[in-house]
T-cell receptor
Framework: NAGVTQTPKFRILKIGQSMTLQCTQDMNHNYMYWYRQDPGMGLKLIYYSVGAGITDKGEVPNGYNVSRSTTEDFPLRLELAAPSQTSVYFC???????????FGDGTRLSIL | GEDVEQSLFLSVREGDSSVINCTYTDSSSTYLYWYKQEPGAGLQLLTYIFSNMDMKQDQRLTVLLNKKDKHLSLRIADTQTGDSAIYFCAESIEDSNYQLIWGAGTKLIIKP
């Protein structure tokens, strides 16, 4: 039972590069979320999706894009990496907005 | 805006009880959650409580909710070294499309 799987686990990018953080879940959850976690701070919601084909902005969406073409996958794209995007990124999923969220192990991203 | 506050650190002796506190500002919360994060890992749901409940017990964990004071606590009985982690409080708010608002996390340190 894999749950929520994120790849890669670590990545170092140069300023201006782009990359996609992958997230997939095998629990048939409708809702999926992307968060960033900065030291000493709570999680900040970047984007979320309530089902395939539907995405919406969270608290800190600038500099990111998402897509949700299938129920299972919810990739997060950084187009022009900036040092302020150095963070740990977590993907989560839930069956509904009232059900607990299940998290992946995170992607540690450094922008240099 | 909505806010969730937690102390950053708590130090307890092995075998003692740990009490991690959380205060929140929004009165329209529906569910309140406790998540545990071990080093290098994602967030693991520990327990959650519906906003119309006062208490929930699950083995060594006891959650207390004082809705009047907007105060939530997590008590861990007989604290073990394996309980060493960061504990996050989060609330689900009706007015925010049930998005979670997160505290910054409390690092639980176990002294031998």
């Amino acid at each position: 039972n894999a749950g929520v799987t994120q790849t890669p686990k670590f990545r170092i990018l140069k300023i201006g590069q782009s990359m996609t953080l992958q997230c997939t879940q095998d629990m048939n959850h409708n809702y999926m979320y992307w968060y960033r976690q900065d030291p000493g701070m709570g999680l900040k919601l970047i984007y979320y999706s309530v089902g395939a084909g539907i995405t919406d902005k969270g608290e800190v969406p600038n500099g990111y894009n998402v897509s949700r073409s299938t129920t299972e996958d919810f990739p997060l794209r950084l187009e022009l990496a900036a040092p302020s995007q150095t963070s740990v990124y977590f993907c989560a999923s839930s069956y509904s907005h009232l059900q607990p969220q299940h998290f992946g192990d995170g992607t540690r991203l450094s922008i240099l | 805006g909505e806010d969730v506050e937690q102390s950053l650190f708590l130090s307890v002796r092995e075998g003692d009880s740990s009490v991690i506190n959380c205060t929140y500002t929004d009165s329209s919360s529906t569910y309140l959650y406790w998540y545990k994060q071990e080093p290098g890992a994602g967030l693991q749901l520990l327990t959650y409580i519906f906003s119309n409940m006062d208490m929930k017990q699950d083995q060594r964990l006891t959650v207390l909710l004082n809705k009047k004071d907007k105060h939530l606590s997590l008590r861990i009985a007989d604290t073990q070294t394996g309980d060493s982690a960061i504990y996050f409080c989060a609330e689900s708010i009706e007015d925010s499309n049930y998005q979670l608002i997160w505290g910054a996390g409390t690092k639980l340190i176990i002294k031998p």
